[in-house]
């Protein structure tokens, strides 16, 4: 069964670093695409960020790019989102996904990340 | 990075069809095959229900089918249940390994 563990949210004052982390299982992770998506209470869906199966690409939506940094690491099977520089507006829910026939296609329960003063 | 338009809001009768938009620009629905959709319920993650424009994952009924002309996808509910109400999301890939999510549209089952 495929698993997504999302953890490492929290609150933090603007200005602020959080890095959060995604646990894999039920699926071999190291050939896998991943994503982080993003959801502001009471709002939609903003893709946030991919990395690559071996993580020599990522990009980024252009509101975190330069402050935020996916990585991973295949041999425990976690994906990371470093997030620095942090704003109000990055309040939100964040969500790992594993990438199929380039889409996210399953999705973890997310971790809440509130950033207030 | 511009998000995709959808309709705020649609709503049908049970048993009734309900087709949600999707529209976005040649750079990415029209210019890929890489339409997804996806159904939340409050306060839960987001659940696959349509991946490469028409393509169903395993479980999900066919009573959900999705379609692409041009630059507006579109995911089509048929024999809408009480359980569909939720919202709806579809997400596209824009190119260079960037994707961009719909604004989503609460389905209301009357």
Redesign the interface.
Known sequence: EVQLVESGGGLVQPGGSLRLSCAASGFTFSNSWM?W?RQAPGK????VS?I?SDGS?T?Y??SVKGRFTISRDNTKNTLYLQMNTLRVEDTAMY?CARD???????????TLVTVSS | ?S?LTQPRSVSGSPGQSVTISCTGTSSDVGG?N?V?W?Q?YPGK????MI??VS?R?SGVPDRFSGSKSGNTASLTISGLQAEDEADY?C?S?AG?????????TKLTVL
Do not use: M, R
Not at chain 1, 44 to 47: D, K, N, Q, T, Y
Not at chain 2, 96 to 104: A, K, P, R, T
């Open positions: 994503h998506v939609g869906l903003v893709w991919h690559n690409t990009t939506a252009d969500y199929e026939a380039y889409s996210p296609s399953y999705w973890g329960q997310g | 990075q998000a890929y890489h997804s996806y939340q993650a987001p659940k696959l991946y490469a393509q994952p999301y997400c890939y260079s390994y960037i994707w961009v999510f719909g604004g989503g």
